[in-house]
Nanobody, 121 residues
């Protein structure tokens, strides 16, 4: 299983970026998907998560600015980031809690490679 993230880059304060993450490989089902970030010198923190049913949750600092969504048919998760602030600068990681095969008793968390987001004028 691979999770491929894309869409990072440089944005000005107040600008927008959209991150995309696609899961591929042997996948039977995906439960929650999410985005995390890690700024220099800080611990990784959850940014947003979305369940299979579409229920979402956000860290307080991004509420009203970021929107997470997923396409279950394509095993992808998006993070639309608006009104970006310098403090949003971090490496962003996607993850997926999934089962590879129908006979798996428990799901496992897979991580993608990070994508750098830099917000600066």
């Amino acid at each position: 299983v691979q999770l491929q993230a894309s869409g990072g880059g440089l944005a000005q304060p107040g600008g927008s970026l959209t991150l995309s993450c696609a899961a591929s490989g042997s996948i039977f089902s995906i439960n929650a998907m999410g985005w995390y970030r890690q700024a220099p010198g800080k611990q990784r923190e959850v940014v947003a998560t979305v369940t299979t049913a579409g229920d979402t949750a956000y860290i307080d600092s991004v509420k009203g600015r970021f929107t997470i969504s997923r396409d279950n048919a394509k095993n992808t998760v998006l993070l639309q980031m608006n009104s970006l602030k310098p403090e949003d600068t971090a490496v962003y990681y996607c993850n997926a809690d999934l089962k590879r095969f129908w006979y798996d008793r428990v799901s496992k968390l897979y991580w993608g490679e990070g994508t750098q987001v830099t917000v600066s004028s």
